[in-house]
T-cell receptor, first 113, second 116 residues
Framework: DAKTTQPNSMESNEEEPVHLPCNHSTISGTDYIHWYRQLPSQGPEYVIHGLTSNVNNRMASLAIAEDRKSSTLILHRATLRDAAVYYC??????????????FGKGTHLIIQP | DAGVTQSPTHLIKTRGQQVTLRCSPK?????VSWYQQALGQGPQFIFQ???????QRGNFPDRFSGHQFPNYSSELNVNALLLGDSALYLCASSLGRRRLTNYGYTFGSGTRLTVV
């Protein structure tokens, strides 16, 4: 199975940028790197995904290293509503095959007002 | 437009019993996946249903089974419940299988199962 390494927690101030790092210990095929986040008492929410180059959407930006062994999720101006657990989903899927998402423990992002 | 709907929201069962959880996918989605999330952990993939068949399965015993109906809704069944099955069970839907499309998944808010 693909494995990821993320900090257990990070803290930031409101309206400041946040960079959430992720290391992917294994790379397989040409599958995408996905990021999800989970707000309290909710299911995970899709944030962004990318393959080899940097990606932007209304929620965040994703910077992917050239060797695809790491990626960084960038929240340009964090708000209190961005406080959540952020999961980096590596390429290659879970133990059952490429369709399942492999969640680690994620990074608990704390936003200070 | 309703997202993924799961029922019930909470459930308490006794060890050894059987339970059925239900999921209605987001409108326009045809694929349903199920995940188990223990307290303080990330979700773990159970299996995925597409075209009414189980297509992929994670490392879960045969006590966990499922079904997908022609309207794309799905059920998760767990037999012979153990205390360790207590968790949040999440349903995720998508249009097509991830391996084929790489689209994002839409998750429901889950069913909190407590086994006593």
């Amino acid at each position: 199975d693909a494995k990821t390494t993320q900090p257990n927690s990070m803290e930031s101030n409101e309206e400041e940028p946040v960079h959430l790092p992720c290391n992917h210990s294994t790379i397989s095929g040409t599958d995408y790197i996905h990021w999800y986040r989970q707000l309290p008492s909710q299911g995970p929410e899709y944030v962004i995904h990318g393959l080899t180059s940097n990606v932007n959407n209304r929620m965040a930006s994703l910077a992917i290293a050239e060797d695809r062994k790491s990626s960084t999720l960038i929240l340009h101006r964090a708000t209190l509503r961005d406080a959540a657990v952020y999961y980096c989903i590596p390429p290659g899927g879970s133990g059952g095959g490429a369709d399942g998402l492999t969640f680690g423990k994620g990074t608990h992002l704390i936003i200070q007002p | 437009d309703a997202g993924v709907t799961q029922s019930p929201t909470h459930l308490i069962k006794t060890r050894g019993q059987q339970v059925t959880l239900r999921c209605s996918p987001k409108s326009g989605h045809d694929t349903v996946s199920w995940y188990q999330q223990a307290l303080g952990q990330g979700p773990q993939f159970i299996f995925q249903y597409y075209e009414e068949e189980e297509r992929q399965r994670g490392n879960f015993p045969d006590r966990f089974s499922g079904h997908q109906f022609p309207n794309y809704s799905s059920e998760l069944n767990v037999n012979a419940l153990l205390l360790g099955d207590s968790a949040l069970y999440l349903c995720a839907s998508s249009l097509g299988r991830r391996r084929l499309t790489n689209y994002g998944y839409t998750f429901g808010s889950g069913t909190r199962l407590t086994v006593v």
